[in-house]
């Protein structure tokens, strides 16, 4: 069932909203015992946001269940990004976009499993004492990452539910497309970014994942729109993207990124090819395109200047005001050491190491500096592109979800090329969608399909056409 | 950037930069890591970038301030409550000198 059906039946009475929640919980609690999808199930909380919402059954999300990647802040509920340096952290308040879906009358019921701080394509990077979240199709395979726990459970539940992932690198459309769920990462800035523990402040975006086209386009308009806590997000109108769900496509123009194709595998586009020539049979015009710059070059530009900010924005992290904690003593420099060095995971002082390097006296104008003048370059691309289509198309991963023992043996440069049809639109700000176009040998393809800045509105479109087809 | 020399003495440097202290284990694995990592990034050195100027944001960002009036705050007691070292309403850190 859709979330606005449900929400549709909260209003009218036709479901006790109290008991669909404790069911739920029930059924979630169950799951994760398996599958290791959410961090926390906030029950408590649930089920008291449950009574009151029975008694005034209002806003466009009443009584739906909703789970927010554990990056996200939640009033009184651990948020830790996944990572062990922040265990034990309550925060005071609610992230803007968890206080619009409660204001909403969304029911959120627990934060989700993730990489560590967001570092990482296959969740397997989670912190010290976490567990991965599994492959809802085969418990052998990576949910994608780094929002997993996010794709996970919107695949696996039987509710109406919606998660809401966070995108650096790719992390919403690339778990999207390894559990065969819908995945929009907005426009940078279309969604306040105030109260998400960041990763890299110029690329995080927090965006909706859901079963269903109209679920990611009705959490949209409840979380989009200018918020004063935030400086970088935008004032634009915000469309009602519910209204361009089942929209006409005929007539749209479509670039098919040739870049995309050639470097993934057979089975994944010939799916992505399929959608294109189902696009086709709607009226859409698709033509190749080259995009250089951003496939070839983006991982180097996207790495280089992710883990840049991150080693600063991480540098918080010392375990006096919040989080884990360790035995006062010794001096400042002693005592933060020990707190990072014990809490961190790997992948955690890989990329704080890198990004500490890439702007060292010395090395700035090599690494950063130039990496920040080919996301320029790579941002032109887009641009000119959209100049002539509506939007762009390319797989959103180039090959299946490896299984665990698989990725055990790729190198530290093998995980990073996984983002390699990802980081582009990413790096140059530009919304994202996953649209799950097939199975091969009982595994979920995803099509990425690429818009231009704040036109989230065509993705929806095109998106809710290729649904079901 | 592809020929840069990662040995041990570097990796030490940048991990006590960012306040990490690694093991030997973590020192070899990292200057492993490194190298394969710089030499596979070396390839953006090839981009033609003349004339561009670096992008730090994706998109154009308004700089925006708000009126300067006294709101309501975080209380004290908020403030402190994710703390273990705490005395008398203020943190309590580590020494400084």
Known sequence: MKA?????????????????????????????????????????????????????????LAGLPVTLKDAICLKGIETTAGSRILQGYKPTFD???????????????????????????????????????????????????????????????????????????????????????????????????????????????????????????????????????????????????????????????????????????EEVTRHCRNAITALEGLGVECKEISVPTAIKYGIPTYYLLSTSEASTNLAKYCGMRYGKHEKLEGGFNDYFTKVRSKNLGQEAKRRIMLGTFARMAGYRDAYYMKAAAVRAKIIQEYKKAFKEFDALVCPTVSVLPPRFDEIDKFKVVDHYNMDNLTVGPNLAGIPHLNVPVGFEKELPVGLMIIGDHFDEKTLIGLGSALEGK | ?????????????????????????????????????????????????????????????????????????????????????????????PKAI
Request: proline share 2%; glycine share 10%.
């Open chain 1, 4 to 60: 606005s059906d449900f929400v549709t039946q909260i209003r009218n009475g036709d479901i006790d909203v109290v008991e669909h929640t404790k069911k739920i919980l029930e059924e979630v609690k169950k799951i994760n015992k398996e599958y290791h999808y959410l961090t926390v199930i906030s029950e408590k909380e649930a089920i008291e946001q449950a009574k009151s919402i029975a008694k005034n059954p209002a806003g466009k």
């Open chain 1, 95 to 265: 992230a803007t976009v968890a206080a619009r879906i409660k204001k909403e009358g969304g029911i959120i019921i627990g934060k989700t499993s993730q990489d560590e701080f967001g570092f990482g394509a296959f969740s397997v990077n989670v912190g010290i004492g976490f567990e991965k979240p599994l492959n809802p199709f085969d418990k052998h395979r990576s949910t994608g990452g780094s929002s997993g726990g996010s794709g996970g459970i919107s695949q696996k539940v039987h509710f109406p539910h919606i998660s809401l992932g966070e995108s650096t690198g790719g992390s919403i459309v690339n778990p999207a497309s390894f559990c065969g769920v819908f995945g929009l990462c907005p426009t940078y800035g279309r969604v306040s970014r105030y109260g998400l523990l960041d990763y890299s402040n110029s690329l995080d975006k927090i965006g909706p994942m859901g079963k269903y086209a109209e679920d990611i386009a009705l959490m949209m308009e409840v979380i989009s729109g200018f918020d004063e806590n935030e400086s970088t997000c935008s004032d634009k109108p915000v469309d009602e993207y519910t209204k361009h769900v089942g929209a006409d496509v005929s007539g749209m123009k479509v670039g098919i990124i040739k870049e995309g194709f050639a470097a993934s595998n």
């Open chain 2, 1 to 93: 950037m592809g020929n840069m020399k990662v040995d041990k003495e570097l990796i030490k440097n940048v991990a006590s930069l960012a306040r990490l202290e690694l093991t030997e284990a973590e020192v070899k694995k990292f200057v492993e890591d490194f190298k394969e990592i710089l030499k596979s990034f070396s390839v953006i050195e090839k981009v033609d970038t003349k004339g561009l100027e670096g992008a730090f944001h994706s998109i154009e960002l308004k700089n925006r301030l708000r009126d300067d009036l006294v709101e309501e705050s975080l209380s004290q007691e908020e403030a402190l409550a994710n703390t273990e070292h705490k005395k008398d309403g203020y943190f309590k850190g």
